[in-house]
């Protein structure tokens, strides 16, 4: 069964830092797209950042500079780093496995998501 | 960058047709996918590619895509079907994700 499931999040002060994790089975992360997704409480979803199974990686303008995508192969695990945290990063982050086809990406399976509140 | 528009809600008595849009400058040319959202959960894909199914989601699920508008139609809606609904787009010329605002669906 592909499964993805998220951990790390917590409270954290602006400008703090915190490092996300997302531990897949039932297939290779490093064979395929990944993706960070967000949802601010109560509003929509917002895309944050894909790694490539290249391993070339791609960022959202409101992150850029700030977050960093990885995965470790030996773990079957992506990451996200985040630095310089605000309070408009509060959150649930989600991973999900990218499906591609003719230059278009979708999202599935996803995790069930972790909850990161940045708060003094 | 690529901005998608959908209604913020829709309403609909249950066994009737519900339609969601999703509108975008010229979105016919791109690939439309759909996610279902309910309260606590996380999103599930429900249609992807336009109009293709993934297996397990029902036959009522169906997609549309032409022009400036992409279309998301549920048929003989049930009271199990009142969810948030997300369109989206992969913007190939940035590498980036792209998600409409949500349309929240409510069954009469």
């Given amino acids: 069964e592909v499964q993805l499931v998220e951990s790390g999040g ?62 470790d192969n030996s773990k079957n695990t992506l990451y996200l780093q985040m630095n310089s945290l605000r309070a408009e990063d509060t959150a649930v982050y989600y991973c999900a496995r990218d499906s591609c086809s003719g230059g278009s990406c979708w999202f599935d399976p996803w995790g069930q998501g972790t909850l990161v509140t940045v708060s003094s | 960058s690529y901005v998608l528009t ?24 791109k690939s439309v996918h759909w996610y279902q959202q309910k309260p ?24 549309s895509n032409s022009g400036n508008t992409a279309t998301l139609t549920i048929s003989r809606v049930e009271a199990g079907d009142e969810a948030d609904y997300y369109c989206q787009v992969w913007d190939s010329s940035s590498d980036q994700g792209v998600f409409g605002g949500g349309t929240k669906l409510t069954v009469l």
Wanted: with cysteine; net charge positive.
């Fill in chain 1, 10 to 71: 917590g409270l954290i002060q602006p400008g703090g830092s915190l490092r996300l994790s997302c531990a897949a089975s039932g297939f290779t992360v490093s064979s395929n797209y990944m993706s960070w997704v967000r949802q601010a409480p109560g509003k929509g979803l917002e895309w944050v950042s894909v790694i490539y199974s290249g391993g070339s990686t791609y960022y959202a303008d409101s992150v850029k500079g700030r977050f960093t995508i990885s995965r």
């Fill in chain 2, 6 to 29: 959908q209604p913020p809600s829709v309403s609909v008595a249950p066994g009737k047709t519900a339609r969601i849009t999703c509108g975008g400058n010229n979105i016919g040319s």
């Fill in chain 2, 40 to 63: 606590g959960q996380a999103p599930v894909l429900v249609i992807y590619y336009d109009s293709d199914r993934p297996s397990g989601i029902p036959e009522r699920f169906s997609g």
